[in-house]
Nanobody, 124 residues
């Protein structure tokens, strides 16, 4: 069982930055691939970025590539999403998710555990 808690969301102007954190419970965090997903009002949940259990492999949606960076610190049981040059279309609730495997996945159905979400609002 893994419990995930996101933090770091907020209101920011376009062009600004935010850093999201996802703190995980348990002693097996390093065995889980992790991901960030987001859901805007009236839209489906979508893949943002994922990272393998070791942190050696990352994957990004085209819409955030070059602006967002996913990382993890297995010693601290924490995953991060550094978001730079934010745009109004990045406005959404951001969720972190854990998958009991080395490799991550772009599909939300592949993930076993989810956090409660943190709101990110980017004003124009």
């Amino acid at each position: 069982q893994v419990q995930l808690v996101e933090s770091g969301g907020g209101l920011v102007q376009a062009g600004g930055s935010l850093r999201l954190s996802c703190a995980a419970s348990g002693r097996t965090f390093s065995t889980y691939a992790m991901g960030w997903f987001r859901q805007a009002p009236g839209k489906e949940r979508e893949f943002v970025a994922t990272i393998s259990s070791s942190g050696g492999r990352t994957d990004y949606a085209d819409s955030v590539k070059g602006r967002f960076t996913i990382s993890r610190d297995n010693a601290k049981n924490t995953m991060y999403l550094q978001m730079n040059n934010l745009k109004p279309e990045d406005t959404a609730v951001y969720y972190c998710a854990a998958r009991g495997a080395y490799y991550s996945s772009r599909s939300s159905n592949a993930y076993d555990y989810w956090g409660q979400g943190t709101q990110v609002t980017v004003s124009s």
